[in-house]
């Protein structure tokens, strides 16, 4: 199973809402991120997690709250985003030390 | 610092005629490459990488690169292009920063085919 999973598809929020992505990965990496991409861009960095820790935070705003319950899952919480966050929201993952990254199919965000 | 520089952000071909994007690359030790294909809505897809033995790589449907020290460039081909190639490609380069490897995105390259 070399899938990444990611839930939801699409999301609406307005600038008061709190909602969290989610993503999925059953192929034992150790290794798990998230992207960030603007139409017509390519996908920047936001966050690392090594063995279920925070190990890069790219200067994200603490309106982005990731978290990895355990090595299988990875969330993103977010909390009074604006309307410059709507974005695609990548989820990646790999093993642990190794280059390649798998993607999800991405959750396509809007904030009103 | 590692870095890549996609040389065209709009292609159009044929279908059926070769595809050729291109990438120079800005490395001061051996890189690791990658290019990585969008399709509209999608994710990522992993299309081929090199990491230092064959300078040729082959990919995934029919993609490959040549990896060309003295000329910095990672260029990817097709010999035939087919109206599903229609996507964005992203040529990619492994920056090892803090311990950590991270992934240093080109700008991307859209491919239009046309019947």
């Known amino acids: 199973d070399t899938e990444v999973t990611q839930t939801p598809k699409h999301l609406v929020m307005g600038m008061t809402n709190k909602k969290s992505l989610k993503c999925e990965q059953h192929m034992g990496h150790r290794a798990m991120y998230w992207y960030k991409q603007k139409a017509k861009k390519p996908p920047e960095l936001m966050f690392v997690?090594?063995?279920?820790?925070?190990?890069i935070n790219e200067s994200v705003p603490s309106r982005f709250s990731p978290e990895c319950p355990n090595s299988s899952l990875l969330n993103l919480h977010l909390h009074a985003l604006q309307p410059e966050d709507s974005a695609l929201y990548l989820c990646a993952s790999s093993q642990e030390g190794q280059e390649t990254q798998y993607f999800g199919p991405g959750t396509r965000l809007l904030v009103l | 610092a590692q870095s890549v520089t996609q040389l065209d952000s709009h292609v159009s071909v044929s279908e059926g005629t070769p595809v050729l994007l291109r990438c120079n690359y800005s490395?001061?030790?051996?890189?690791?490459l990658f290019w990585y294909v969008q399709h509209p809505n999608k994710g990522l897809q992993l299309l081929l990488k090199y990491t230092s033995a064959a300078t040729l790589v082959k990919g995934i449907n029919g993609f490959e690169a040549e990896f060309k020290k003295s000329e910095t460039s990672f260029h990817l081909t097709k010999p035939s292009a087919h109206m599903s190639d229609a996507a964005e490609y992203f040529c990619v380069v492994r920056r090892f920063s803090g311990g950590y490897n991270k992934l240093i995105f080109g700008a991307g390259t859209r491919l239009a085919v046309h019947p």
């Open positions: 490395s001061s030790y051996s890189p690791s």
């Open positions: 997690y090594s063995y279920e820790k925070l190990s």
